[in-house]
């Protein structure tokens, strides 16, 4: 018999099946808009339980596995010297390479200690893009943040592959303008999040290296979402196909020389993180530090059950077979987005879909918050909660106290790690079409309380009219 030659489409798939499933509410659109009403147009401020389909964030909205549920039970919560404390070193070592693991309660307990250890007032930080709460940290620290990205990263159509490279000019021009001594390391950050979620390439990192190395100037690795940044890596660039996405994860940790984690996210686990650091002397200064900041350092803010889930879910996290399905899941949105001819940002990112709020509303100035509106209406039309990326997130500038205006103006729809099913991903598209179908109707906002810090999280507005 004749072999067929004919080949047929091989779908992937979540690679795990559904033990424990939780309810969700549903809510008429009558008692949406009241509820957003009542949280100034915040999504931040609405409660969950008032949410359909929660896209807020992926940090710390993971589904975990039942062999991270298993190991919560194996929790060892002594004070000092947990077990689980030394599993999670050891993982952390094997899989990313670092030597040294001061464990912190979520990312920004790292970015504290971080900051308050290698910056001086009046240094500069290069970074490819900011992040709030890193920069924050490096302004409490006095340190000012320089947006060293490549140009395509402020522009969301651009179809660079690997928009959170680093313009290697700009970092030039930066280092000889202030001098290396005045810049304490370069914060490289992987699956770039406020450019919506895109990849810095190997090629670009290795250059990275040799130009701080030449300099003498440390990197400082923001791995919160280290394994999306690899499978884009495997999938994009020359010579990585055949890699696994573990083998590409400890290469990139081996061309920096310390990290910051935010375990919330790829690591799958609703709380934790962790510092790791190479030079001896900067892990004994944060050992001391994080006693002060977060507790001692063998849990770092974390209970005993929280590391062993964290070890587990590290493994987990940079399996081939799980970044597929996440990253596909991303992709299957955002595809239906753009054939529905909505502007979102692209490439698809690594960790959700980014709307084009000044693309979606160009009849609303940066200055009435078209990104915030946005989120606002997407929730009242079918309880979807997004975020807004934009000028409010942006917050203002330290000198002048005007807005930073960003480029970039965007409401995410961040997906959780193995929560949500295609199904979702289709009622999640159909209410953005709806909303998109009566964009001209949609009116601005006005704010009427501002935080002084992250203003994005607790700021209020009201409608214009
Ligand atoms: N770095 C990046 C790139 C992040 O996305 C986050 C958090 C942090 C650092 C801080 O970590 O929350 O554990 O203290 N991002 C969340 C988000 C809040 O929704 O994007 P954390």
């Known amino acids: ?40 147009y915040n999504t931040f401020l609405l409660r969950s339980k008032d949410v359909y389909i929660d896209l807020l964030t992926d940090s710390g909205t993971s589904a975990m596995s039942d062999q991270q549920w298993a190991g919560m039970m194996l929790g060892d919560e002594a004070y000092a010297g947990s077990e689980n404390f030394y599993h999670l070193e050891e993982t952390i070592q094997n899989y990313y390479g670092y030597k040294y693991v001061i464990p912190c309660h979520q990312g920004r307990g790292a970015e504290n200690i971080i900051s308050k250890i290698l910056i001086k007032p009046g240094d500069i930080i290069p970074g490819n893009m900011y992040f709030t709460t890193t920069r924050l940290h490096q302004e409490l620290a006095g340190g000012t943040f320089v947006d060293v990205i490549v140009d395509e990263a402020h522009d969301p159509v651009n179809l660079h592959p690997f928009k959170g490279n680093v313009d290697l000019q700009k970092l030039t021009d930066v280092i000889k303008r202030y001098g290396a001594e005045k810049i304490p390391y370069v914060c490289i950050a992987t699956s770039v999040n406020m450019a919506g979620g895109q990849p810095i390439s ?26 999306e940044n690899a499978w884009f890596i495997k999938m994009r660039e020359k010579g990585y196909a055949n890699k696994t996405t573990a083998q590409i994860v ?20 609703n709380i934790g993180g962790f510092l790791a650091i190479n030079e001896h002397d900067i892990y004994e200064e944060a050992s001391n530090m994080v006693v002060v900041y977060e507790g001692l350092h063998t849990y770092g803010g974390m209970a005993g059950r929280d590391m062993e889930a964290m070890a587990i879910g590290i493994k987990e996290s940079v399996s081939d077979n799980h970044i597929r399905a996440r990253i596909g899941q991303v992709e299957y949105l955002g595809h239906k987005l753009i054939d529905a001819g909505v502007p979102i940002v692209q490439p698809i990112g690594g960790h959700g879909i980014f709307l084009d709020a000044k693309k979606f509303l160009p009849h609303i100035p940066q200055t009435a918050f078209p990104a915030q509106t946005l989120a606002a209406e997407i929730y009242v039309d079918s309880g979807v909660r997004s975020m807004e990326r934009g000028i409010v997130s942006a917050g203002r500038n330290k000198v002048t106290g005007d807005h930073y205006y960003p480029e970039l103006e965007l409401v995410r729809l961040t997906i959780p790690r193995r929560v949500y099913t295609q199904a979702h991903m289709d009622v999640i598209s159909e209410s953005i079409e709806e909303v998109f179908l009566n964009r001209k109707k949609i009116k601005g906002l006005k704010m009427i309380y501002e935080p002084k810090y992250l203003r994005f999280f607790q700021a209020k507005f009201t409608k214009l009219k």
């Open 202 to 227: 190997m090629e670009n990192l290795k250059a990275v290296r040799k130009l701080t190395k030449k300099h003498g100037i440390r990197i400082i690795h923001d791995m919160t979402r280290v394994a």
């Open 1 to 40: 018999m004749a072999k067929s030659t004919k080949t047929t489409k091989r779908s992937w798939a979540e690679p795990y099946k559904i033990k424990m499933v939780e309810l969700l509410k549903m809510t008429t659109r009558e008692e949406r808009e009241k509820m957003i009403r009542e949280a100034g």
């Open 250 to 269: 400890k290469e990139i940790c081996s061309y920096t020389d310390g990290a910051t984690m935010s375990a919330k996210k790829d690591a799958l686990v």
